[in-house]
């Protein structure tokens, strides 16, 4: 779903440059409300997690691959803001550092795989949650729906974009048809990823999960012969809630997931690249301005081992976007911390 340049022309990546920066810009204020002392170092982590399972291309159907979009993931696990900017991070890295997805197409990427693909999984997860039976089973069905729901989303949106700035006369039907048809395939990719991924934190720490905050409720006494709430639990000490396990566990997950088995991704185009390709979308496509960064096509140059390259590649990505993204979201808690009006009383409560 990395758009390139020259797929989209310069008016309507200009429109989604403006868009995505409006986005991110509220994010930014709407994260303060979600990161606490817990969840602030976990989404540096998301990050640097959905980048490393991005390099995991997983073969769908005729010859075609695709991966983790990663806005469901990460706006279950640290809060719809937050995850526009972890999946924002990770665009911009790759942008400029992988010359994957173009650099001017970076608001047309922002919009369909941060922007749609958080608002989409988030809303449709919100509804379900209500719905469903109140418990963890719940919350990993949830994710795994909200996560299909929302690639086929970013594929439709890509087409609209398409049918207002293409640059080539392709015919939107075919268009839509296609994107839609091999994104449904990828989107049982990116649920099956996001529900093991969410229940597996959830099984272990259900108080850093942003999606799970809900699943705490009183307990309630019987008392002649009426329900009563029983008192609140008193909290665990910090230190016995200290997220560094997970954290530290992510991380080194994220190393191997990166830089060792991503060599046995698959090599097949991913759904954009392979619709582009059949439907002629990529006849203007345009050379990456960083096309000659030493990262690019995640290998690295002068690194002649293809093996060791990619691995090398893939750990340097996941460093830089933990550092990056950590960077950012201590930066947006500091925020919280000096302005303290900006945080709504129930936002404060139990994750």
């Known amino acids: 779903m990395h758009v390139p340049d020259g797929f989209i022309d310069a008016p309507t990546s200009a429109v989604t440059g403006v868009v995505a920066a409006a986005a991110v810009a509220v994010s930014l204020r709407g994260a303060r409300r979600e990161l606490d002392e817990r969840t602030a170092p976990l989404a540096g982590l998301v990050?640097?997690?959905?980048?490393?399972?991005?390099?995991?291309?997983?073969?769908?159907?005729?010859?075609?691959?695709?991966?983790?979009?990663?806005?469901?993931?990460?706006?279950?696990?640290?809060?719809?803001?937050?995850?526009?900017?972890?999946?924002?991070?990770?665009?911009?890295?790759?942008?400029?550092?992988?010359?994957?997805?173009?650099?001017?197409?970076?608001?047309?990427?922002?919009?369909?795989?941060?922007?749609?693909?958080?608002?989409?999984?988030?809303?449709?997860?919100?509804?379900?949650?209500?719905?469903?039976?109140?418990?963890?089973?719940?919350?990993?069905?949830?994710?795994?729906?909200?996560?299909?729901?929302?690639?086929?989303?970013?594929?439709?949106?890509?087409?609209?974009?398409?049918?207002?700035?293409?640059?080539?006369?392709?015919?939107?039907?075919?268009?839509?048809?296609?994107?839609?048809?091999?994104?449904?395939?990828?989107?049982?990719?990116?649920?099956?990823?996001?529900?093991?991924?969410?229940?597996?934190?959830?099984?272990?720490?259900?108080?850093?999960?942003?999606?799970?905050?809900?699943?705490?409720?009183?307990?309630?006494?019987?008392?002649?012969?009426?329900?009563?709430?029983?008192?609140?639990?008193?909290?665990?000490?910090?230190?016995?809630?200290?997220?560094?396990?997970?954290w530290a566990v992510g991380l080194v997950t994220s190393l191997v997931l990166a830089g060792f088995v991503s060599f046995y991704a698959s090599a097949n185009p991913d759904g954009l690249e392979k619709v582009a390709a059949d439907h002629g979308i990529d006849k203007k496509a345009e050379d990456h301005a960083a096309a000659d960064s030493p990262l690019a096509d995640y290998g690295v140059k002068d690194v002649t081992d293809a093996r060791l390259s990619g691995g090398l590649a893939g750990v340097i990505g996941v460093g830089v976007t933990v550092v990056a993204g950590s960077a950012v979201f201590w930066a947006v808690r500091r925020r919280r911390t000096a302005h303290p009006a900006d945080v709504s009383p129930a936002s404060t409560g139990g994750a």
């Open 47 to 246: 990050a640097a997690f959905i980048f490393a399972v991005q390099m995991l291309n997983f073969p769908v159907a005729a010859g075609t691959s695709g991966h983790l979009l990663g806005g469901a993931l990460a706006a279950i696990l640290v809060g719809p803001c937050t995850g526009v900017l972890c999946v924002s991070v990770v665009l911009l890295m790759q942008g400029i550092l992988f010359a994957d997805g173009g650099l001017t197409a970076l608001g047309v990427n922002i919009t369909n795989m941060a922007i749609v693909t958080t608002v989409v999984a988030y809303a449709v997860f919100r509804l379900l949650v209500k719905v469903l039976p109140r418990g963890r089973r719940s919350i990993t069905v949830a994710s795994f729906a909200a996560a299909l729901l929302s690639v086929p989303a970013a594929a439709l949106a890509f087409t609209l974009m398409y049918a207002v700035g293409g640059t080539t006369d392709v015919s939107l039907g075919k268009v839509a048809t296609a994107m839609v048809g091999v994104h449904v395939l990828i989107g049982l990719g990116e649920a099956t990823i996001t529900a093991l991924t969410v229940g597996a934190v959830v099984a272990v720490r259900p108080d850093l999960v942003y999606g799970a905050r809900d699943l705490r409720q009183r307990l309630s006494l019987r008392v002649n012969g009426e329900l009563v709430d029983a008192p609140a639990a008193e909290p665990a000490p910090v230190a016995a809630r200290s997220p560094r396990r997970i």
